[in-house]
């Protein structure tokens, strides 16, 4: 090795943490052929000796990274490090063609509009279009995360995945009563994602911020699952809950369409794959 390589390999060395980057080789160890592995397995695989390879797994268990294989010494990936994919290559592609299609949302009823995707329990904006001078009274950014058990944008992804991923997702994270609408009983919400999904979409009056009514569409693949949904927001006190949804609801349904077709068209968006492959 020439000297420049080898203050080049200290220098690297120096920044990085190693720690990291063997936990990573943790992570890399699972593969599609073997997607379940023991202790043993990963010890191996990632060069490591056992007690090393039993810490790494059972912090990516404690982080959500890893689950464990029910009755068995196995271990396996979990759908969080999906997450990690989803979030660096499908976000760009769906916030693009997202954005013309939210500003058209957005006028002298509807003083915001957003595409919302679900991160573990919560959602996570991904865009957001909103009237200059807005009366919302909540600040929700790019970004911005908010329960999904609670929000019609995480409820209009819900109805559409699996019951067992629906469950997970709302026992994920201790629901608390946000305002007088809040529903936090778990049966009470699986019938009411029964009903979203028989209907097309979710409306929520007042759930997560008192004083606001929402109205959410899924925005589907090609497998009809969901990748995100697509609603818009107004303050209550301009009229009823029914005048809200009478106003909105069909251009939010053709909003959800329309993006849900262009995504399939392009296949630049990839699933988080609740349930799915």
Not at 191 to 211: C, F, H
Not at 239 to 264: H, M
């Amino acid at each position: 090795m020439k000297k420049t390589d080898s203050i080049t390999t200290a220098a690297d060395s120096k920044n990085t943490v190693q720690s990291l980057a063997k936990g990573f080789r943790v992570l890399q160890a699972f593969t599609a052929q073997e997607p379940e592995l023991t202790m043993a397995d990963v010890a191996r695989r990632a060069d490591m000796d056992n007690a090393t390879a039993f810490r790494f797994l059972n912090t990516l268990v404690n982080l959500g990274y890893v689950d464990k294989v029910d009755n068995s010494r196995l271990f396996r990936l979990s759908l969080k490090v999906l997450d990690l994919g989803f979030h660096a290559i499908a976000r760009s592609d769906l916030r693009a063609h997202a954005r013309p299609i939210l500003r058209s949302l957005v006028g002298e009823v509807n003083e915001a509009a957003s595409i919302g995707v679900l991160d573990g329990s919560g959602v996570m904006y991904a865009e957001r279009v909103q009237a200059g001078l807005t009366q919302l009274g909540v600040d929700v950014r790019i970004g911005s995360r908010v329960p999904a058990y609670s929000t019609a944008v995480g409820q209009a992804i819900l109805a559409w995945l699996p019951r067992e991923a629906q469950l997970d997702v709302l026992r994920g994270q201790p629901m608390l009563k946000l305002t007088d609408t809040t529903i936090t009983d778990i049966d009470a919400l699986v019938t009411r994602l029964d009903d979203i999904r028989t209907l097309g979409y979710a409306l929520s009056n007042g759930e997560t911020v008192a004083g606001l009514y929402v109205l959410a569409a899924p925005v589907l693949d090609i497998d009809g699952l969901p990748v995100a949904a697509l609603s818009v927001a107004a303050p209550a006190h301009r009229g009823s809950l029914e005048q809200f949804k009478d106003n909105a609801l069909e251009a939010v349904l053709d909003a959800a369409r329309q993006l849900s077709k262009s995504l399939q068209a392009t296949g630049g968006y990839a699933t988080r794959g609740h349930g799915a492959a």
